[in-house]
């Protein structure tokens, strides 16, 4: 469903301030529960948003799915287990090539010597047939996570993966996360508590350090930022 950019412009408006459970109703109604799916790492954002999909009654309506690269921490997996049974949702995994034929094709441990191709590989072609058929996914990303997302909007046209893009959490900070979290008695990734603000795949995450950027632990030692699915 197309929208103008002035029509855009106003909707980006209108979710400045609205609370995420306003944000994914509307988006809804918006595009059609059908026509939207939510791509969760299920770090704290995820869970905080797979929260407001269940207390809007969304989350059995909305596809809820994870890229699964087969190399995210077992406490990421245990996660899944907890969530699915809290929650009674089944989370779609999509895969990547698998590893076997990504070492036989590439060479072994390819993150360290050509993470861009790793994550092409094992992220972006996941994803892009996760979104195939969609006019809008939702993510859990937010302005303060790092430089190249300060200026996110509730709502973007996502060029990269041609569909909207719904970002709920857009402008909350990270207290605001583990405040929520706390307040709902949530599960999350243990992983948090121990120096990973931000969880990816295991080669690629590393604990930050105090005062080091929210991102700063993944690719560490590289300019590497995004993996590719949202810049
Ligand atoms: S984060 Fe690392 S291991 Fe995961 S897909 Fe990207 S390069 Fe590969």
Redesign the pocket.
Known sequence: MPLTSEELKTWQARWQNASPEQILEESVELFGANKIAFATALGMEGIVILHYLYRTGLHHAVEVFLLD?G?LFPETYDLLRTVEARWQIRIRRYE?LPLEQQRALFGDR??LR??????????VLPLRRALSGKDAWITSIRREQSPTRQHTECIEWDARNGLYKINPLAYWTWDQVQAYVREHDLPYNPLHDQGYPSI??????TPIREGEDWRAG??RGRAKLE??IHQ
Do not use: E, Q, S, V
Request: charged share 15%; net charge positive.
């Open positions: 690269t190399l990547g390819l993150w050509n993470p861009d191709m790793c994550c092409f590989l094992r992220k990816g795949c295991m080669p690629c995450t993944r690719w993996c590719g």
